[in-house]
């Protein structure tokens, strides 16, 4: 199947500086990538859906300013997540879908953010 | 607002036992359902998608689909310890901007 590789796995950051998860298909073209976030004993809450070479969509709640995304090229999407706060610590999961095989989408190994 | 729902177990079952999870939907236009697989800590990983309305084999895995009902289930034959999961039901229109439902835990005790 496809491969999405999701990194850094696991980062802890101070209060206040600014973190950017990497997320990139590795044997397809992802023409566009999600990113989750899920909470402790919560399901994946889609944060904002990223086509190749144009802006960002967010959903209703999350602040585009604080969660920057980039989606510069069809194998590679960044979040950053900016002025971080103990309550950004989450686990963050993309996953991506695009030709050949887009009938389904294939998420990242996620990272454990956690900011102290 | 759109919503699936699960039951959030556990849900505990005898080693080579069936494993029956079930999710409901609320938007009647969804037209592509998901199952994934999520261990502790890890990401998930998808099991079988359906699309249309009745069963879909894969090996141990059934999915099984009710538009009329707003309802999907998977069933895991011959339950193993190592199917001892959460697992999460997707909805969509396709998929993108899939709804996650909470996930049931799943317990297979030897």
């Known amino acids: 199947g496809a491969v999405v590789s999701q990194h850094p796995s696991r980062v802890i950051c101070k209060s206040g500086t600014s973190v950017k998860i990497e997320c990139r298909s590795l044997?397809?073209?992802?023409?566009?990538m999600f990113w989750y976030r899920q909470f402790p004993k919560q399901s994946l809450m889609l944060m904002a859906t990223?086509?190749?070479?144009?802006?960002?969509?967010?959903e209703q709640g999350v602040e585009k300013d604080k969660f920057l995304i980039n989606h510069a090229s069809l194998t590679l999407s960044t979040l950053t997540v900016t002025s971080a706060h103990p309550e950004d610590s989450s686990f963050y999961i993309c996953?991506?879908?695009?030709?050949?095989?887009?009938?389904?989408?294939?998420f990242g190994q996620g990272t454990r953010l956690t900011v102290v | 607002q759109k919503e699936v729902e699960q039951n959030s177990g556990p849900l505990s079952v005898p080693e080579g036992a069936i494993a029956s999870l079930n999710c409901t939907y609320s938007?009647?236009?969804?037209?592509?359902f998901f199952w994934y697989r999520q261990y502790s800590g890890k990401s998930p990983e998808l099991i079988m998608f359906?699309?249309?309305?009745g069963d879909k084999e894969d090996g141990r895995f059934t999915a099984q689909l009710n538009k009329a009902s707003q309802y999907v289930s998977l069933l895991i034959r011959d339950s193993q310890p190592s199917d001892s999961a959460t697992y999460l039901c997707?909805?969509?229109?396709?998929?993108?901007?899939?709804?996650f439902g909470t996930g049931t835990r799943l317990q297979v005790f030897p």
């Open positions: 997707a909805v969509g229109e396709n998929t993108d901007k899939l709804i």
């Open positions: 996953s991506a879908e695009g030709a050949p095989v887009n009938t389904e989408a294939f």
């Open positions: 990223s086509n190749e070479g144009s802006k960002a969509t967010y």
């Open positions: 044997d397809f073209q992802a023409t566009t």
């Open positions: 359906i699309y249309s309305n």
């Open positions: 938007d009647r236009g969804s037209q592509s």
